[in-house]
């Protein structure tokens, strides 16, 4: 039976990574979704819960719940918006966020539980480095299938932009390890840090190119 | 900052008024593990050995005497006041210093010998864990202060666990003023003699 | 909730009356509790036991300040996993006074519970060990499901300085007990239960690596970035999330910003440049 899949693209990818959400869309129709995009999506409203602005998290939450309330299955590429929206929203707006926000899939973990599928039949020729989720992703499973791509290893970088203090920071000696690996492309599982990297490789002047795990996947 | 101060912010915190009673503590669970002697002995040799400590068995004062002697190689021991050292002979045997009452005597005896031969409160078999009580009787300096520490104990002080020693009497341990849990040691070597 | 959460729960909602039992206990058998706000309080008391016994500290009071910050570092920093050594025993000038950090505080037995790797190696004239206010336990067997989680290879339970008769050991010995900002977290309901960490270590960076970390004491760690975020002065922030929040509840209001934000992108943010057109946009384009 086709699913039938909203995107929820995040207001990074909206704004600043679009082609991570082409590409989230053009893989998820390739595995036989039915692929739409409600223009009403903003934010998930985790800026304003992580600094403690609860009011303001709960009413953009609620917009969310609003804008989605008869979606099937909701699929975002950010690993952190959609634990946002499982587990804190239910928290801050009740029972009543809690069945609409089981229906948030991270993108990785939809195309594996969800879709069943490992191996998307990518092909991406390329030495990258591949930057580690924290939380439940299954970005290394999908990846582990797509041909021509050769993983660098990049010691104990671990860590998404989500948890402040726990995961390694974009700093200047993170970036010197991403450029004495040798790897041409960084592919990221979240999007904020990816975003982050992509400004420090820039600053540096480094020709090393960020691309979100959806890009990989999409590319023949 | 005052201490009642301290507790005054405290109880206002809490919603508790002085002097007021808790609840009953939830209890922890005490792993009873009810192991033969031969199982503990078993345990214990290996988990003793995996933290480097060197475990020798006998069965009588004369092999520990003779073991004890070997160990010496000649050279100087303090020994502690523990009653089971006296009865296996041990204090006896030539270069073992021991009795000592006077601090400054026993300071300067241990700056010049190598072994420290002291007995033990009792062995935890599933960690393979030392346990030591220091008293008049033990003191730190003997049992843990020089570069070889020959603990010498009763098989009979072979415990399965934490656990079990919490459970016997979990109160003991006011009765001295320090106890230590010795797993391996960094900075010395240690020999075990189970009688 | 786990055995070690229930147990850490009870202390904590109850902490006064444990405080109190282990300081009766203690003294009893001839310690000295003391009880002090900040790391500089502690380090002046210790600068000044210091030259009461006639030992001489080199760093001076802020060295004994620097080692007490890394002996028992503030429960937020240790979360946020800013780097402290890990020194469990350090002497000031010869074994003259001792300084440690606690790893766990029984009431019942009046006992100071230290877990390292060389905890014993110093043998000072005198001992001070400094605690957090948090880190007391009800009683010994407690010790059964608490010594597991934090380990190390010498383990000391000190029940007082050396009793009548003993030849060594500590001719004093000082518990400083530490509020350092903990009867704050103590009130305030959603900090509290960070109190319950035992600092087993197992959620900090580095150790954690990737895996899927779960805390014996249930503190809810995917909630601890949010829990240890320094409180944004509530003005600014705000007003700041007020209008974020209009904005994003209006998708109209939320494409104009993006425009907006396109207009006026500036490099010095550090951020890459937004792209050219919004996903919407493209999507729009593409469906046409
Ligand atoms: S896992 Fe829990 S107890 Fe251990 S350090 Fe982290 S918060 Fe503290």
Redesign the interface.
Known sequence: MTKRVSLFVTCVVDQLLPRAGLAMAEVLTQVGCEVEFRPAQTCCGRPAYEAGCREQAKLVGEHFLASFADAEFIVTPSTSCASMLRKRLPELSGAAARETAARVWEFSRFLVEIAKVDDVGARFEHSVVVQDAEGLNCGHRLLSHVKGLEQLPLNDWTGSGNLWGRSEPVTPALVNRIVASGASHVIGMETERLLLLRGALQRGGHAIETVHLAEVLASR | ???DA??E??????G?KKF????T??E????NRNWTLEQRLERFREAFAA?GGMLHEVSSAEQAQALVAELLAGGEAVASGAPLLAELGILALAGVQSG????EL??NACRTARIGISSCHCLLAESGTVVLR???EE???IA??LPLSLIIVSRRKLLTN??EL??LN??S??S????????????SEIHLILV | MTKPAEIRAHVLANLDHYLAELEKQLTGQGGTVVYLRSADEAADYIELLAREREVRVTGGAEGIRRQIEQLEPRLEDYLKGEPCVAVESVAIEGSGIGLAGAAFLIADAGAICLAGERTGAARPRVQVVLAGIEKVLPRMRDMAVFLPLVGGSDVRFLTGPRRAGELDGPEELYLILLDGGRSELLANQEKRDLLRCVRCGDCLPGQAGGRAVTCPVAIDIESLPLLLREEAPAEVSGWKFRLWGFVMGRPRLYEFAGQMLRAFWREQWGLPAPAAKTFRQLWREGKK
Do not use: H, I, W, Y
């Open positions: 900052m005052s201490r301290l507790f912010s405290l109880r206002l915190a809490l508790r007021q009673k808790p609840s503590p939830p922890p669970l005490l792993l933290q000592f009452t006077d601090a026993l300071r220091f008293t008049p003191p730190r300096s843990l202060g934490l656990d919490l459970g979990p109160r341990f006011e001295a003023s320090e106890t230590a849990m010795v797993n391996g040691s960094e900075s």
